[in-house]
């Protein structure tokens, strides 16, 4: 990482040669073969001296080439050409006002996603902290060199964490879309620019879902159906949210559930209730997954009626006639 904060790995330098060869740490770092990472100077700052291993302690100077290759062995690299990084913006906004940060952190598929976030953590508790009670509200946008609409649009996704611990909280949320997206097995994809803005406001902005009612039948037809979801915030008075459901046409009308939760909640009911839809069969069913509403901050209302659909490349096929459904089911088996 470097820019507005510096991490790096340091190790012996081996040999260089005349044409710019560098052999270094004499074991890998993470076995990964081909690679393409800065290879930068560095001056160690202090010695640990220990019976069972010890270990130095250096900073990073100048970027001075490319580590080519990452093996048993050790790290081979050379002298002159810098690989590309990639660039991340953070934006922190707090009781202080807002402030920007500026990073590149390594290019790589395994590496960005845990760097991206490293970024973004560090900035917020520059001057901030992460054992209060306060809330975080975050959005990510991000920029791809890649086929259909991720390359186009690219894909933004929002959340938010709250309490003591928060701000680590955050991680599998931020780091998973770029994992996903970065090895997944459809297209090849390149990450080319993050930006994260990140808010933090004092207090905890949390609530519980104590009640949802609404009528005992539904509408043979289908139609709008009425309901009200009771909300108690951690601090304050019970409120009650009025809402309509547009129920389709079809579906048993004494026999179904209505759940409300955060999206992220239904997101994960969902995932167990038909775990095909998150095995998508394309890249641009995979940005379509991601880019689906899964925020702890936004309440989600669903209705679950009886009877089983199919699903078929990452999509439900429901209301099909018996014979249609056995007949897709023992195809997609």
Same mark, same amino acid.
């Given at each position: ?53 010890s270990f130095k302690m250096g900073s990073i100077g100048t970027v001075v080439g490319t580590v080519h290759r990452d093996q048993r062995a050790g790290l081979v690299g050379e002298l002159g050409p810098e690989p590309p990084l990639l660039p991340v913006d953070v934006v922190v906004t707090d009781a202080r006002g807002e402030r920007t940060y500026a990073f590149q952190v390594a290019d790589d598929p395994q590496l960005a996603p845990a760097l991206v976030f490293w970024a973004a953590y560090n900035a917020l508790l520059a001057e901030a902290d992460d054992a209060s009670l306060q809330t975080i509200r975050y959005r990510v ?10 390359? !186009?649009?690219?894909? *933004?996704? @929002?959340? &938010? +964490? ?6 680590? $909280?955050? =991680? ?82 004494? !026999?179904?559930?209505? *759940?409300? @939760?955060? &999206? +992220? ?6 995932? $167990?209730? =038909? ?59």
């Open positions: 990482v470097l820019g507005d904060a510096l991490l790096g790995a340091v190790g012996t330098v081996t040999w260089v040669d005349e044409a710019g060869h560098v052999w270094v740490f004499g074991h890998p770092f993470m076995q990964r073969g081909p690679v393409a990472l800065p290879l930068a100077t560095a001056e160690i700052v202090t010695m640990f001296p220990s019976r069972q291993m946008a991000t920029q791809w060199e890649a086929p259909g609409s991720l390359g !186009r649009d690219g894909l *933004a996704f @929002a959340g &938010a +964490a709250a309490g003591p611990g928060g701000a680590g $909280q955050l =991680a599998p949320q931020i780091m998973a879309p770029l994992q996903i997206l970065l090895q997944n097995p459809h297209q090849r994809v390149a990450l080319r620019h993050v930006r994260i803005e990140l808010a933090a406001t004092a207090g905890l902005e949390t609530a519980r879902i104590v009640a949802v009612t609404g009528p005992t039948r539904l509408p043979p037809g289908g139609g709008p159906v009425p309901l009200a979801v009771e909300i108690e915030p951690r601090q304050g008075e019970r409120s009650r949210l009025e809402l309509v459901l547009d129920v389709p046409p079809g579906l048993d009308g004494e !026999r179904y559930r209505i *759940a409300a @939760a955060s &999206a +992220a909640e239904i997101f994960a009911l969902e995932a $167990q209730r =038909a775990a095909g839809l998150f095995e998508p069969a394309s890249l641009d069913a995979t940005v379509r997954l991601l880019a689906g509403e899964r925020s702890l901050q936004t309440l989600t209302v669903a209705l679950f009626a009886p009877g089983s659909g199919v699903v078929i490349e990452g999509q439900e096929l429901d209301a099909l006639p018996g014979s249609v459904a056995r007949t897709v089911r023992r195809g997609a088996e």
